[in-house]
């Protein structure tokens, strides 16, 4: 296939590889001249993705319709805060029926839509994937065996995501639950970022383990409210998602809450951090989400606080300790 990949940081430039090694023809578009000349001279996303050497048959572009003049498949990696004004440029270039796969994990804020709900509204004529799951590229581009879901409302579509990355180090599941796919992905970023303070305030196992168990359950809850399904939450878009994105060092939500556990704002951590934390983006609108579908989300409300009112990190995880008593699970009870 002619692939066209919008975004070339390190998952944009990590897929670029593997869908080039797959036999496609990939044609990369960065709106940064310098990124690109940097990979078109060196081979490699020196900033972001460094030791990963770029196959020199992958084109790069600072030119929307250059990447997607002949394109079968268009790959949407840009960061989710500029989902919207990059589709809304690129759409005048994607042609009918064209597939579009979202691999940005983010809430709007203010909409408080999902990515593959903005690339609809900027890209009506396009068909509209999703690809997630635990997979930094940082492995990804290294090629260590990694496990993803494709997920759309049409069969056929899933399977042509499936069919176009999958590979023998790159398998991939399909679903059709778009909403519980989008959710996992987005509210796992706001979760990491709560194991990262937990980490920067120097508890322990116990704790983070606790937070991420706590945490899955408000991500069931805010899934199963718009309509998504437990199944999705259980598999490689939720709990596969929250495990590597809690514990890793490759994750840049992480790493920012370890640096705001220390007293860092959210500011200071994402400059230090020098990538996008998409779990800040996602905050505000998990809260607003969570307060329209009268869901409790008490991680996500704490988060919040600590993010953007002031409140000391320390303090909210006592708070969260000392709520009222309740049961684990609403769903059981004693005969």
Not at 85 to 106: H, L, Q, R
Not at 167 to 196: H, M, Q
Not at 264 to 280: I, L, P, R, T
Request: with cysteine; hydrophobic share 40%; net charge negative.
């Amino acid at each position: 296939m002619n692939i066209g990949i919008l975004g070339a940081g390190s998952w944009g430039t990590a897929l670029s590889i593997l869908l080039c090694g797959n036999g496609h023809d990939v044609c990369v578009w960065s709106i940064d001249p310098e990124e690109v000349l940097m990979l078109k001279d060196y081979r490699e996303q020196r900033d972001k993705l460094p030791g990963v050497m770029v196959p020199s048959t992958i084109e790069f572009t600072t030119e929307l319709e250059t990447a997607l003049k002949d394109a079968e498949l268009v790959v949407c990696a840009v960061p989710s805060p500029f989902v919207r004004s990059t589709m809304k440029n690129a759409s005048p270039y994607i042609k009918e029926g064209t597939i579009v796969v979202d691999v940005a994990k983010g809430i709007e804020d203010k909409t408080y839509k999902t990515m593959t709900e903005i690339i609809s509204e900027e890209c009506p004529q396009a068909r509209i994937g999703i690809l997630s799951g635990p997979s930094h590229a940082e492995e990804v581009g290294r090629k260590i065996p990694t496990t993803i879901v494709a997920g759309s409302k049409d069969k056929e579509v899933a399977e042509t995501i499936q069919d176009a990355f999958m590979n023998d180090y790159f398998r991939v599941y399909t679903s059709p639950d778009v909403i519980g796919i989008e959710l996992g992905g987005s509210l796992k970023n706001v979760i990491a970022l709560a194991a990262g303070v937990v980490d920067g305030l120097g508890y322990g196992d116990n704790t983070k383990a606790a937070l991420m168990t706590r945490g899955i359950a408000e991500m069931s809850r805010l899934v199963i409210a718009m309509g998504g399904n437990i199944e999705t939450v259980a598999g490689l878009s939720g709990i596969g998602d929250l495990i590597v994105t809690c514990t890793s060092k490759h994750s840049r939500n992480r790493n920012a809450g370890f640096l705001i556990g220390q007293g860092k704002s959210y500011h200071e951590a994402m400059d230090e951090v020098k990538m996008v934390v998409e779990g800040v983006y996602s905050a505000k609108a998990a809260y607003e989400l969570g307060k329209k579908y009268n869901v409790s989300m008490p991680i996500v409300e704490a988060v919040n606080r600590v993010l953007f009112e002031g409140v000391n990190a320390r303090e909210e995880a006592a708070g969260l300790l000392l709520r009222d008593r309740t049961m684990e699970s609403a769903n059981l009870g004693w005969d």
